[in-house]
């Protein structure tokens, strides 16, 4: 019996990476979970057919489009209709391109800007009123150290993350009455797809190798020269899903090995 059991967990964005960490956090402590993104449907089948049999809990997948806010009205249409309620919303979904300002391409813009940012508006407005209607619910956000400070070539990413961070800051006053609180996790350089994917653009937009992007622009930003893993990054996660977290609220959580300390 975990501190979880019964509730109900959301994650977006959790077929790989970061997501499917604290999906698998959130099972481990009883939580029956709602996965989504994209990836290949063997693969995510096996995922959410594991955590039902290493947890005991129930999993369902929604591969709803985040950038479609009809989609996402069917992603919550399908979790309350499954199981009730949804208790822990994990609003994680990202995606990234590096270009410099004048060259970042329009469309680039508006899907980083749409998944990473207004796809939380969305799936919030759809969930928060049955979180204060029964006075408990955990509003998680994945923000980054970009929620704090920029680096060049990732304009729309760093508005993006700084736009969560506000959206953080409203919600947790609008649930504060209410049980239902908001923070938002901030880690440093993940080892994910996500980061993986970016090495290339980096690559070109600055002129270096593979090896210069790791060392001399990822991990030169963390004083530990170490990667954050998806574990911590669920531990963290999993404290704010707590009820000793119940007054944790409006915070921006950091994970980035010291790089918003510089």
Same mark, same amino acid.
């Given at each position: 019996?975990?501190?979880?059991?019964?509730?109900?967990?959301?994650?977006?964005?959790?077929?790989?990476?970061?997501?499917?960490?604290?999906?698998?956090?959130?099972?481990?402590?009883?939580?029956?979970?709602?996965?989504? &993104?994209?990836?290949?449907?063997?693969?995510?089948?096996?995922?959410?057919?594991?955590?039902?049999?290493?947890?005991?809990?129930?999993?369902?997948?929604?591969?709803?489009?985040?950038?479609?806010?009809?989609? /996402?009205?069917?992603?919550?249409?399908?979790?309350?209709?499954?199981?009730?309620?949804?208790?822990?919303?994990?609003?994680?979904?990202?995606?990234?391109?590096?270009?410099?300002?004048?060259?970042?391409?329009?469309?680039?813009?508006?899907?980083? /800007?749409?998944?990473?940012?207004?796809?939380?508006?969305?799936?919030?407005?759809?969930?928060?009123?049955?979180?204060?209607?029964?006075?408990?619910?955990?509003? /998680?956000?994945?923000?980054?150290?970009?929620?704090?400070?920029?680096?060049?070539?990732?304009?729309?990413?760093?508005?993006?993350?700084?736009?969560?961070? &506000?959206? @953080?800051?409203?919600?947790?006053?609008?649930?504060?009455?209410?049980?239902?609180?908001?923070?938002?996790?901030?880690?440093?350089?993940?080892? @994910?797809?996500?980061?993986?994917?970016?090495?290339?653009?980096?690559?070109?937009?600055?002129?270096?190798?593979?090896?210069?992007?790791?060392?001399?622009? /990822?991990?030169?930003?963390?004083?530990?020269?170490?990667?954050? @893993?998806?574990?911590?990054?669920?531990?963290?996660?999993?404290?704010?899903?707590?009820?000793?977290?119940?007054?944790?609220?409006?915070?921006?959580?950091?994970?980035?090995?010291?790089?918003?300390?510089?």
């Amino acid at each position: 019996m975990g501190f979880l059991n019964g509730k109900t967990a959301l994650v977006t964005g959790s077929t790989s990476g970061i997501g499917e960490a604290c999906a698998k956090a959130y099972a481990s402590e009883g939580a029956n979970i709602v996965l989504n &993104g994209f990836g290949d449907a063997a693969e995510i089948e096996k995922l959410r057919a594991g955590i039902e049999s290493d947890h005991g809990v129930k999993a369902v997948y929604s591969d709803a489009d985040l950038t479609n806010p009809e989609k /996402i009205g069917e992603m919550v249409t399908l979790a309350l209709d499954t199981f009730g309620a949804v208790d822990i919303l994990h609003n994680n979904a990202g995606v990234q391109h590096v270009d410099p300002i004048e060259e970042f391409p329009v469309d680039k813009w508006d899907l980083i /800007i749409g998944l990473n940012l207004s796809s939380s508006f969305h799936t919030t407005r759809l969930l928060m009123k049955q979180m204060k209607e029964r006075k408990w619910g955990r509003l /998680i956000f994945t923000a980054s150290a970009h929620a704090l400070v920029a680096s060049p070539y990732k304009a729309a990413y760093v508005a993006a993350k700084h736009g969560i961070a &506000g959206l @953080t800051k409203v919600l947790a006053l609008e649930g504060a009455e209410h049980g239902v609180t908001a923070n938002a996790i901030c880690p440093g350089y993940v080892w @994910t797809p996500l980061v993986e994917h970016q090495i290339p653009d980096t690559m070109k937009a600055r002129n270096m190798t593979r090896e210069e992007v790791i060392n001399d622009v /990822i991990l030169d930003a963390q004083p530990t020269k170490k990667f954050v @893993t998806v574990e911590q990054v669920a531990a963290i996660a999993l404290f704010l899903a707590s009820d000793k977290a119940e007054n944790v609220n409006g915070s921006l959580q950091v994970v980035d090995g010291g790089w918003t300390a510089q």
